[in-house]
């Protein structure tokens, strides 16, 4: 078997660490994280709102707290994944 040429180009690097990402491509990774993370619970905390108001008729008491626990859920998941990033610099 042949050696890989990458990890003999980069003196100082072992087989097991991968390879850095480069700024650019972090930030763009971050932000298409982040985006998922603010939206995805939030419209879901709006479904099933609007589920919950229609399945016990309680309309809008339903929507709003649903739509509370999915905002704070998405912050949640924001401020994880920004101290995970943090950790990587």
Known sequence: MTKSPR???QPGRTKTQ???MSATK???V???DTTWRAFVPTLGGTFLGIGVDKLFSISPI???VCLI???ATSAA???LQLRAV???R
Request: glycine content about 8%; hydrophobic content about 60%.
């Open 77 to 79: 998941l924001i401020t």
């Open 30 to 32: 971050t932000a298409l």
């Open 7 to 9: 990890l003999e180009e």
């Open 86 to 88: 943090r950790k990587l």
């Open 69 to 71: 626990l999915g905002v």
């Open 26 to 28: 972090l930030m763009f």
């Open 62 to 64: 339903g929507l709003i």
């Open 18 to 20: 991968p390879p850095a």
